[in-house]
């Protein structure tokens, strides 16, 4: 017989305290690829939008691959092995992209871009499932608390490369700092006992984990939301510096800093607001903000517009991952670790194949309206911004499109779940 998870035995102040690290190291990690990338693209390919897609993209596919695995075989890595794993991940993957230098420059870059993504895919396989099961009883709280802790890091990585580029600092050297929260982690990990998963301590096996799948062919559903609400919020995320700076008149990092430090906050407020609307309405109101964001973000040409525009967008998308997260474990329990690693594996295949599309989208535009890069380049800024903004409304307003999906699913599901209430009560 399993024995009983009981949640007081672990130092859960401690736990939490790692668990809020290696997200922030996480988020560092995001902030810092996106804000570098246009640098990176300068020394690679000057101008090329589709390797600055497919760069970011290969983090993506490493987190996506770790954490499937990750998540399938959790219980016997261990969770506390898993965040050491993180750290380790992040460590060489920075330290191979700040070496990528010469002729094999893009093969290193795109490997440390990939480790990058590999240390993020631990993190998520372990940080979610590790909150779940010593907070059982306030799953969407603590899941929206600890997930607060993505934006500070993202904060801290986009104020790096805004320092770097005041100071005329590189960008291996902004990158570098990724390193330091990673040691940090190392050094909680270190004699810090950790629990089974909440999945293992319940006494469901591995195989009965897997059965719930065909059980519960709703959790399909949800698995498919999950690629449409991280795509609302990722991919704009990651490319707000590259496309957006010369439309607002300021580098797009500084609405990354604003959205971020807005998520920070809101996210410590999830839990009120959940047991007073419930998951699902959050959701959809969620959804709703989210589409119409990414509509006016490319429209802004001003940063008192871009900062409206964005206001709007993050308070969309500020509760989606952390609260999809939450909703499926409260619903699927005995679905365990498998589950909720499943749903970041659709947020990471999401992002994988949208941001190249994005840098295939805006480049397509540029292509249409200007001819070659080297053309665009060359004509007064004046006479850039017009094709610019045409490039990234495209993109975005198709990714709009995409994610209004959800208004309608959302919405089914509760108007499907309200009427089942209504039955039951009768």
Known sequence: MPEPLSPERYPRRKIFVLSSLALFTAGTSFALRGA???????????GSATLAGSLLGTAFLGFGTTLLLASVFLDAIGMGRALLACALCFATGTGLAVSGEGEGATGLIRAGFLFSGLG?????????????????EDKTNRLNIVHAWWPAGIILGTLVALAGAALDVGWRAQFAVVLLPAAGCVALYLGTPFPRTERAALGVSMREMFAEIPRNPMFGVWWLCMLLTAAAELAPNQWFDFALTKSLGIRGAW????????????????????HRISNLAMLWGSAVLAVIGLWILPLANSPATGLFAATVWGIGVCFLWPTMLANVSERYPKGGELFIGLMGVAGALSIQYVLPALGSITDAVKRELAGSPETLAALPAAAQAPILQAANERAFHTLAGFVAILIAVFGAIAAFERRRGVRAGR
């Open 36 to 46: 570098i990338i246009a640098d990176v693209v300068s020394e690679l390919s000057p």
């Open 120 to 136: 993020w895919g631990f993190m998520e396989a372990a940080v979610n499932p590790l909150t779940a099961a010593l907070h059982p």
């Open 255 to 274: 609405i990354v800093i604003y959205v971020s430090a807005m998520m920070f906050v809101f996210r410590h407020f999830a839990g009120p607001i959940a």
